[in-house]
């Protein structure tokens, strides 16, 4: 064999790097010193003091908005988000059918319903198809700005306007990444994002809701804020002043050396983001007309986070080499990190979206999805390979690696027929 042939079979793998080969957040000096001194100031903030004000000023202006609260996950914030959007028993959300399940899973604790629409061979929303599943009932459709390419939020404004719905946002894979130059999570009455481990931005675990909306900004802090933090902003004079210190019962806030750690990661996201598109612009270039690999469209007005690099898989380019089999090859290549998206799937796939009733007693079962009502969502999904964006120098060598072994499984796929 000589170096040429696939690792899978017998040849040298085109990787020999040890992994892992890419790890998020990178932790600096800065970080821990954030970190340490949290924990000699305070590691629990009941109010906007400290480091979670100043986290939250922070993103406030980073992203432009007037309001932003912090909360322990991105599933929190979504709940929150929902919750003071107004969404209550019997509406329906407009929801793609493929993103993480926590865009829609909260809707199920406010006695909603998640309304799944597929989405076009891009991944994102099918608004033709939304529009096939509107009712009277319809109150907010959600922008997830998957993989962290932004939807087209020009389309979705007017969608939104046109039928009179709330427009809301998931931006979870999608910090910093713009449309037209405005940053995702800030076109609608109100957005959520995470902050959990490897999203662009990083807290370890937490979210965040942002909002111009100071009505749904006190009905946030009313969700899962309660008490010191309620009594402190809602004024006095507000007809829902009397329900500080409960709330609505819940506790959604966030630990404050995870505020610690996303106050200075933030610090690096304009950075960061550049590094990554620099290395994704290099990864493309290499990509550009592999056969059985499709690159994402990428709009001029859409700046992404490249929360990955998510890449269409095209077996009929390849002899009808299956994906796994393709996959198989590049992790023999030593392409560990090479991946198919897992949790992040077509929704009515789970049985939480089939039969919600075994778990929540109101959902009779039987109402949740058709198997096979999301034919595009599905076929994304089966198609997709994913790959990280690394972002600064010393990575690109191991990006060339990835892209290396890529163009090596495809040029010698034939060898896996
Ligand atoms: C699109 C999307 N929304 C929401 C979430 C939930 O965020 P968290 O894990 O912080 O609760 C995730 C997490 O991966 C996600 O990918």
Known sequence: MNDSSLALLGGTPAITVPGPHFTWPPITEADRQAVARQLETAVSIPDRSGVVADLEDALASYLGVRHVVTTCTGTAALH???????????????I?????????????????????????????????????RLT?????????????????????????????????????????????HQKAGTFGTASAFSLNGPKPLSAGEGGFIATDDTEVYYRVLLHGQY??????????????????????????????LAAALARTQLGHLEDRLAGRQA????????????????????????????????????????????????L??????????????????????????????????GYADGQGEAVDEFPTADYVHATTLKLPVWDHADDVRLADAYTTAIVKVATHAKDLL
Not at 96 to 125: I, K, N, S, W
Not at 146 to 153: A, H, Q, T, V
């Open 80 to 94: 929150s988000m929902y919750a003071a959007a107004g969404i209550g028993p019997g509406d329906e959300v407009i």
């Open 96 to 132: 793609p059918a493929l993103t993480f399940h926590a865009t829609a899973t909260p809707l199920f604790h406010l006695g909603a319903h998640p309304v799944l629409a597929d989405v076009d061979d891009r991944g994102q929303l099918d608004l033709e198809d939304a529009a096939r």
């Open 136 to 180: 009277s009932r319809t109150k907010a459709v959600v922008a997830v700005h998957l993989w962290g390419l932004p939807e087209d939020m020009d389309a979705l404004t007017s969608f939104a306007d046109e039928h009179e719905l709330m427009l809301l946002e998931d931006g979870s894979h999608a910090h910093g990444a713009t449309w037209n």
């Open 227 to 256: 008490n010191k933090r309620c009594r402190r902003e809602i004024p006095a004079t507000h007809p829902l002043a009397r329900f500080a210190v409960t709330g609505m019962g819940l506790k959604l806030r966030i630990h404050p």
């Open 279 to 326: 290395v994704a612009a290099r990864m493309c270039a290499v990509l550009a007309g592999v056969p059985g690999i499709r690159l994402p469209d990428l709009p001029a007005a859409a700046r992404t986070s490249w929360y990955a690099l998510p890449l269409q898989y095209k077996p009929a380019a390849l002899g009808g080499l299956s994906i796994e089999r393709f």
């Open 328 to 361: 198989e090859a590049l992790h023999a290549e030593g392409a560990a990190e090479a991946d198919r998206p897992g949790s992040t799937c077509p929704l009515h796939t789970h049985p939480l979206f089939q039969a919600p009733g075994a778990l929540l007693p």
